[in-house]
């Protein structure tokens, strides 16, 4: 399937638009069946997943699995699906356009094409984020993004459209002037957002459209440093073993104060 259209801009036009604007929004530069494909899955999925964990921001082990979150604080509120590249994906489309995206930035920022998507010792990488914010409650206050020398270019993809399936609200970045920018009022289905990370950016809160319930939903492959193995103290790791091996003990003591036989084996030589 071809991801993206003729109008999908060129390396040197976002390079030149961040330069002199900090943003950038290029309309119909993803195809719509493909626009339509993410809506089909995403929509049913923040609607029925329920997370499991509180939203990070940050300090992202490598090797985790997939996971969806919720927080909702005075810095943010929102659902956010995390989708790890060394894990399979729950939907394949959204990974192969998220990474494509990812490899045209490392084009726009003169990288290798596949920066981000080997593993290096420095453990850079992307993931892939999902965002939903809900009607009524959905924001995340102003900011600002960077890490080590390496300049963030976000790309944003939405899923979800102002006017069309919530009221107002959503993405904002402040310009050079101290102005906010309305991008979510810019953008149609199939637009493409550019960013530099360094801009204070945001998401002004979200207010519901008469019979539709969802709210707002976006893309991203956002790129970060991991933190690896060898950072986690060795009593930390071997923690998840000794938890296993207590629970197993104990199943074990249960059975013989029942006189049961074990229903367990010793076969992952743990004893
Ligand atoms: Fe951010």
Not at 172 to 179: N, T
Request: hydrophobic fraction near 35%; charge should be negative.
């Amino acid at each position: 399937m071809e991801y993206f259209t003729q109008q999908f801009p060129s390396p040197e036009q976002v390079a030149a638009d961040i330069a002199e604007h900090g943003y950038a929004v290029y309309p119909n530069a993803v195809q719509p069946e493909v626009m339509e494909e993410l809506r089909q899955f995403w929509f049913p999925y923040f609607q029925n997943d329920f997370p499991k964990k509180h939203v990070v921001r940050g300090d992202l082990l490598m090797g985790s699995e997939n996971f969806n979150s919720y927080t909702d604080s005075s810095f943010w509120c929102l659902y956010r699906d995390f989708e790890f590249l060394w894990n399979s994906t729950k939907h394949a489309l959204t990974r192969d356009v998220t990474v494509a995206i990812h490899q045209f930035r490392n084009q726009i920022q003169n990288f290798d094409p596949d920066y981000g998507l080997k593993f290096s010792p420095d453990c850079y990488g992307v993931y892939i984020s999902t965002s939903h914010y809900p009607p009524a409650r959905g924001h995340l206050q102003t900011h600002t993004d960077g890490h080590k020398d390496v300049p963030i270019l976000h790309y944003m993809l939405p899923i979800s459209i102002q006017g069309q399936d919530y009221q107002s609200g959503g993405m904002i970045v402040i310009d050079k002037s101290g102005k906010a920018i309305d991008v979510d009022a810019q953008v149609e289905l199939g637009s493409l957002v550019f960013f530099d990370g360094r801009m204070q950016h945001g998401v002004t809160p979200i207010t519901p459209l008469a019979g539709k319930t969802l709210g707002r939903v976006a893309t991203f492959a956002i790129p970060t440093f991991f933190v690896p193995q060898r950072d986690i103290p060795d009593v930390i790791r071997r923690s998840k073993y000794a938890i296993e091996r207590g629970l197993s003990i104990t199943k074990r003591g249960l059975s013989l104060l029942q006189g049961k036989p074990r229903q367990d084996s010793p076969k992952d030589g743990y004893y």
